[in-house]
């Protein structure tokens, strides 16, 4: 069974940082594309950032640039989600995600990020 | 990077079908086949109901089907079930790697 399981989240305040982590299990990790996307509480889903296989290829929504980091460790299972400059906007569950070709095929469950004073 | 336009809000009689739209550009629905729908129930993690644009994935019922006209993109779920109440949202290849999703739809069943 494919299994993805984040962790990371927390309480911050504006303009701190935190690193988000996601452990996979049972699929090739090393062949995987993989995203963070998140979910405002009682917003719609937004893409954050996407990772090569290799780690060679980033992308990231605009909003993002700049401030947030994703990166791989493949002798791991593991992702990334370095975030600088957190702003209360950024307050979100952030999801672990396999990427197949444009879809998401696996979700992890999820873990919350607050950005408050 | 502009979030794909669906409707807030759909509904539909148990047993009938309801369709929900999600309006792109030609950047992005309009010239990707990487389409796909996710549901979403309160609570819990998104799952993937359509991909390239009309694709079940094994497990999803065939009530449920996909389609794409110019940059408009359609989910259509048909046989109305109460199980498929929920939020239903899109998302489309933009190029370069990026991806966009719908603002979500809430879909009612009467």
């Not at chain 1, 982590?21 to 998140?38: D, E, K, T, Y």
């Not at chain 1, 889903?45 to 990772?51: P, Q, R, S």
């Not at chain 2, 739209?21 to 086949?33: I, P, R």
């Not at chain 2, 929920?86 to 998302?91: K, L, M, P, R």
Request: aromatic share 10%; with cysteine; hydrophobic share 35%.
């Amino acid at each position: 069974e494919v299994q993805l399981v984040e962790s990371g989240g927390g309480l911050v305040q504006p303009g701190g940082s935190l690193r988000l982590s996601c452990v996979a299990s049972g699929l090739p990790f090393n062949i995987w594309w993989m995203s963070w996307v998140r979910q405002a509480p009682g917003k719609g889903l937004e893409w954050v950032a996407t990772i090569q296989d290799d780690g060679t290829g980033k992308y990231y929504v605009d909003p993002v640039k700049g401030r947030f980091t994703v990166s791989r460790d493949n002798a791991k299972n593991s992702l990334y989600l370095q975030m600088s400059g957190l702003r209360v906007e950024d307050t979100a569950v952030y999801y672990c995600a396999a990427l197949n070709w444009y879809k998401v095929s696996t979700w992890g469950l999820g873990t919350p990020v607050t950005v408050s004073s | 990077q502009s979030a794909l336009t669906q409707p807030p809000s759909a509904s539909g009689s148990l047993g009938q079908s309801v369709t929900i739209s999600c309006t792109g550009t030609s950047a992005d629905v309009g010239g990707s086949n990487y389409v796909s729908w996710y549901q979403q129930h309160p609570g819990k993690v998104p799952k993937l109901m359509i991909y390239e644009v009309s694709e079940r994935p094994s497990g999803v019922p065939d009530r449920f089907s996909g389609s794409k006209s110019g940059n408009t993109a359609s989910l259509t779920v048909s046989g109305l079930q109460a199980e498929d109440e929920g939020d239903y949202y899109c998302s489309s290849h933009a190029g370069n790697n990026i991806l966009l999703f719908g603002g979500g739809t809430k879909v009612t069943v009467l």
